[in-house]
């Protein structure tokens, strides 16, 4: 199973490279802009749970709903209204918890920035002496090889003209001969010199990579619990809403359980009703009779029975005799022969 440390795993074998600890502090640097990208998402959250309820606020302190509802229903109402009226304080105050956690999550970004910065300040330190005693080494060494180079120059040249030159010639090749020997010596040493300086440099450098790694390591271990923490906490506020509001809205539902259909009637009756006598109803008058009841008699006779109007002779009508019938004249002729 391969190793899953940050200590084991970023390294390169360039010995200038620093690729490691860059992909490192690169990883860092996006979870704390992720951090501050939550914070931000709470922040604008807080915005709209505060206007979402002072909205709610003012519909149901300014907007009517069955204002002029009665007894029961009247109440339930009354009682809707007020728990609409909560769920918006509750909103509010959601509000400012949401901004109380995006304040901790900036203070928890913020302090792991400080951590980090001693940290990074130290690495950027040993990156820039490994460089600078590496440059001055590999100068030491480019200087000792030359210097090897002229003493090899100078023994060639003393073996070519040992038979030829004259003894004040090869006397010259051996100072020449003696002093690049000397000069690669002291080289030598500057280069030897120069190797350990490196080498104790690399060792501590490599030692604060090694703290370096395990140190942004817990960090991001720290950084990745925070967070998850965070939008867990994030998601219980808003289970715990959910869970108030609809109490809130059981309030409303108890409330319409006690509301009543048949005393809302009685009420409204008892307190509105106008009578129990319907009107009469309007009957037919005849005209001419109302006309004939209105003018006053001339000389009023005796009292007589009301009678309807006499017969109108069938003659009259233009409709032919019947047998069966007789006239008032025969009538009173048969009266007066009895």
Same mark, same amino acid.
């Given at each position: 199973m391969k190793a899953s440390k940050f200590r084991e795993n970023f390294w390169c074998p360039h010995f200038l490279s620093t690729i490691g600890y860059e992909s490192i502090i690169q990883h860092l640097n996006e979870g704390r802009k992720n951090c501050k990208e939550f914070e931000d998402f709470l922040k604008e959250r807080a915005v709209i749970e505060?206007?979402?309820?002072?909205?709610?606020?003012?519909?149901?302190?300014?907007?009517?709903?069955?204002?002029?509802?009665?007894?029961?229903?009247?109440?339930?109402?009354e009682v809707f209204k007020q728990q609409i009226d909560n769920v918006g304080q509750f909103h509010l105050q959601l509000a400012q918890t949401l901004r109380e956690e995006a304040r901790k999550m900036e203070e928890f970004k913020e302090r792991q920035k400080i951590q980090r910065k001693k940290i990074e300040v130290l690495m950027d330190s040993?990156?820039?002496?490994?460089?600078?005693?590496?440059?001055?080494?590999?100068?030491?060494?480019?200087?000792?090889?030359?210097?090897?180079?002229? $003493? @090899?120059?100078?023994?060639?040249?003393? =073996? +070519?003209?040992?038979?030829?030159?004259?003894?004040?010639?090869?006397e010259k090749l051996f100072v020449k001969l003696a002093t690049s020997k000397t000069a690669v010596e002291d080289s030598d040493k500057t280069y030897l010199l120069n190797i350990g300086l490196l080498e104790k440099i690399r060792e501590d450098w490599q030692n604060e990579h090694i703290k370096a790694c395990e140190f942004f390591e817990i960090q991001e271990c720290e950084r990745i619990n925070y967070f998850r923490n965070a939008l867990w906490q994030h998601m219980n506020q808003l289970s715990h809403q959910c869970v108030i509001s609809d109490e809130m809205f059981e309030e409303v539902r108890k409330s319409l359980e006690?509301?009543?259909?048949? $005393? @809302?009637?009685?009420?409204?009756?008892? =307190? +509105?009703?106008?009578g129990q006598v319907p009107p009469a109803p309007i009957v037919y008058e005849n005209f001419y009779n109302s006309q004939r009841n209105a003018v006053p008699a001339r000389n009023p006779g005796p009292s007589m029975g009301r009678r309807g109007p006499p017969p109108i002779p069938q003659?009259?009508?233009?409709?032919?005799?019947?047998?069966?019938?007789?006239?008032v004249t025969e009538c009173n002729i048969i009266s007066n022969h009895n």
């Open positions: 505060e206007k979402y309820g002072k909205d709610l606020i003012n519909l149901c302190r300014k907007k009517p709903c069955g204002q002029s509802e009665i007894n029961t229903l009247k109440r339930s109402l040993m990156h820039k002496q490994k460089q600078l005693q590496y440059k001055k080494t590999m100068e030491a060494k480019k200087i000792y090889e030359q210097k090897c180079k002229d $003493k @090899d120059d100078a023994e060639q040249a003393v =073996h +070519r003209n040992a038979n030829i030159a004259t003894p004040k010639q090869q006690m509301c009543s259909i048949e $005393k @809302d009637i009685e009420y409204f009756v008892a =307190h +509105r009703k106008t003659s009259t009508l233009g409709i032919e005799e019947d047998d069966d019938y007789s006239l």
